[in-house]
């Protein structure tokens, strides 16, 4: 993939005709190279990472009474690996044998619809992670005793009149089930101050670049 994106640059992001200063076009195509390539690094570290410390939390949460939770986590982080794995595959269906210009607005394009995908998919792992936490510390092992069971006998032993539902506090019920559609409705706006943190500059300088090439075609 590098090989081919290293072809593209040469020819500059303009068309020879198009742009009368080849100091700034060849400027502006290392610029674009240097971003596009930043961000494919990244990107394909963060993937490794999230399968890599799946493995670390099966071991250490097995080996801390609460495997249901690293069990949980596995399977979420490596759907979310699976899901940006993909992603990152389809850039290279970006079409290459166009100028620069043209390649850096197709990997803009691609930049938007992963976000949106995974602003999507946040809807669905917050709550996800939340509700893992919960069953996991609730039905953990710590010392041959269930935190679960030992929380709801403490709250019937201090509080006889507490209405239960299938064996649990109804409060805590409600609370569950409210934390849970407001990390549904937020989840998109955690994702994005979370994507702002890892890629917020490399966005930025992106949204530059393209602007100001847009600027120099007019």
Same mark, same amino acid.
């Given at each position: 993939?590098? @090989?081919?994106?290293?072809?593209? $640059? @040469? !020819?500059? +992001? ?8 080849? !100091? ?8 674009? !190279?240097? #971003? ?45 690996? #699976?899901?940006?794995?993909?992603? $990152?595959?389809?850039?290279?269906k ?17 930049? @938007? ?6 602003? @999507? ?8 992670? +939340?509700?893992?936490?919960?069953l996991?510390? $609730?039905?953990?092992d ?34 569950? #089930? ?23 500059? #490399? ?10 090439? &847009? &600027?120099?075609r007019?």
């Amino acid at each position: 993939m590098e @090989k081919s994106i290293e072809s593209i $640059w @040469k !020819k500059g +992001f303009l068309n020879s005709d198009a742009l009368v200063a080849p !100091k700034l076009n060849n400027l502006y195509a290392q610029k674009s !190279k240097h #971003i596009i390539d930043k961000f494919n690094n990244m990107f394909r570290k963060n993937i490794i990472a999230i399968v890599i410390s799946t493995f670390f939390a099966l071991g250490f949460t097995y080996w801390t009474g609460i495997p249901y939770l690293g069990i949980c986590m596995f399977f979420i982080l490596n759907l979310l690996a #699976i899901v940006n794995y993909k992603l $990152w595959k389809s850039l290279e269906k970006i079409n290459k044998n166009v100028d620069s210009f043209h390649y850096l607005k197709s990997f803009d394009g691609w930049m @938007k619809e992963q976000v949106t995908m995974n602003r @999507k998919f946040a809807k669905f792992m917050y709550p996800a992670f +939340f509700l893992s936490i919960l069953l996991g510390f $609730w039905l953990g092992d710590f010392g041959g005793t269930i935190p679960g069971e030992n929380l709801v006998e403490n709250i019937i032993t201090n509080y006889p009149n507490t209405i239960l539902v299938f064996g649990l506090p109804i409060y805590g019920i409600l609370a569950i #089930i409210a934390t849970t559609v407001l990390l549904i409705i937020f989840g998109d706006n955690i994702y994005n101050f979370d994507v702002k943190l890892m890629y917020g500059r #490399i966005f930025n300088k992106l949204d530059e670049l393209v602007a100001d090439m &847009e &600027e120099l075609r007019k």
